[in-house]
C-alpha cells in the first residue's frame, strides 16, 4: 500500500512544457481525424445521412473539437487550476476530468437530448475514451522516450566536458577567467557582475568577472553548470544534496556551506537529483 501511495504521489515530469503539450493535443487531434474517416468506429459513418465531402468534415470534426478542447485544458485551464507540483495522482485526476468534459461536449454537439441524459452520456463517455486512450498513450510514451534520449545525451555530454579548462569571457568577449570545470561550485549574479565559487585544494575561493548571469550561461551550454534560479548558476556534478521542502528545492554543495535556491521556472530540470 505504501508503495502504491508512493507511485501516486511521485513527480510526474511529463506535460509540463508548451512543446510536449503541443505534441500531445497534434498527435490527438491528427490520429483521430485519420483514424475515424479511415475506419469509421462504432459504425460512426451511419450516425447522419451523409456521404463524400460533408462525411469528411463531419467526422474530422470529432478530432478537431477534442483538440480545442485538448489546447483549452492545457493551456488555459490547467495553468490556473493547478497549480501544485505535477505528481502522478493530479495527471490522472486532470486527464480524467479532461475525458469526462469532453464526452459532455460531445453529447451536447451530437446527442439525441431525450429524456435519458444519463444513458446517452455514457455512451458518449465510452466513445471518448476509448477513442483517446491509444493517441493519448501514445503522444506520452513519444515524450517520455525523448525525455530518456535527452537525459542520456545530456549525461554523456556532462561526462566528456566534467574535466575541461573553461576560459571565460567579460561582457567585451576578453578571456579574464580559466577554471577546470570541476572545480566551478556555483556562479551567483551581482548587478553587472557575476561571482564564480570554485574550489582550490580544501579551500572555497570566489573571482568576480563583469559579465550577466545569462550570457556566462549561454558560454558555459555544454557544461553542468546549469541554470537554477534568476540569481545562480550550479555546477550540477559538485551537488551533495537536492532537498526540497514546501515545494522549494535548494541545493548543497561538495565542501562548501553555501546553499543554493532553485526557483520554480528550473525545477523540473533538476528533478532527477531528487529521485
Avoid at 483549452?72 to 468534459?101: D, G, N
Wanted: glycine content about 4%.
Amino acid at each position: 500500500m505504501t508503495e502504491k501511495s508512493n507511485l501516486l504521489n511521485s513527480e510526474f515530469n511529463l506535460l509540463n512544457q508548451n512543446w510536449e503539450k503541443l505534441v500531445l493535443i497534434g498527435f490527438c487531434t491528427l490520429f483521430s481525424i485519420l483514424f475515424i474517416n479511415l475506419y469509421t468506429p462504432f459504425r460512426i459513418d451511419q450516425w447522419e445521412a451523409d456521404q463524400g465531402l460533408s462525411q469528411f468534415i463531419r467526422l474530422s470534426g470529432f478530432g478537431i473539437i477534442g483538440g480545442i478542447v485538448l489546447s483549452l485544458s492545457q493551456f488555459v485551464l490547467k495553468p490556473l487550476l493547478l497549480r501544485r507540483e505535477p505528481i502522478v495522482i493530479y495527471f490522472i485526476y486532470w486527464t480524467l476530468l479532461e475525458v469526462l468534459a469532453l464526452a459532455l461536449v460531445f453529447y451536447g454537439l451530437y446527442g439525441s437530448h431525450g429524456t435519458y441524459f444519463f444513458s446517452e452520456y455514457f455512451i458518449s463517455l465510452k466513445y471518448t475514451f476509448l477513442g483517446l486512450l491509444i493517441p493519448y498513450t501514445l503522444a506520452l510514451c513519444f515524450i517520455f522516450i525523448f525525455h530518456k534520449q535527452n537525459e542520456s545525451q545530456n549525461s554523456q555530454e556532462t561526462i566528456n566536458n566534467i574535466n575541461k579548462i573553461i576560459s571565460l569571457k567579460d561582457e567585451y568577449g576578453n578571456h579574464r577567467l580559466s577554471l577546470k570545470s570541476s572545480d566551478i561550485l556555483f556562479i551567483e549574479a551581482a548587478d553587472n557582475y557575476s561571482i564564480i565559487y570554485y574550489k582550490d585544494s580544501d579551500a572555497i575561493k570566489k573571482e568576480m568577472l563583469r559579465n550577466s548571469l545569462k550570457a556566462l550561461s549561454e558560454q558555459l551550454k555544454d557544461y553542468p553548470i546549469k541554470r537554477c534560479h534568476r540569481s545562480f548558476l550550479v555546477n550540477v556534478q559538485n551537488v551533495k544534496l537536492a532537498k526540497k521542502a514546501s515545494g522549494k528545492v535548494s541545493l548543497h554543495l561538495e565542501g562548501s556551506a553555501s546553499i543554493v535556491p532553485v526557483s520554480r521556472k528550473f525545477t523540473p530540470e533538476f528533478d532527477h537529483l531528487l529521485h
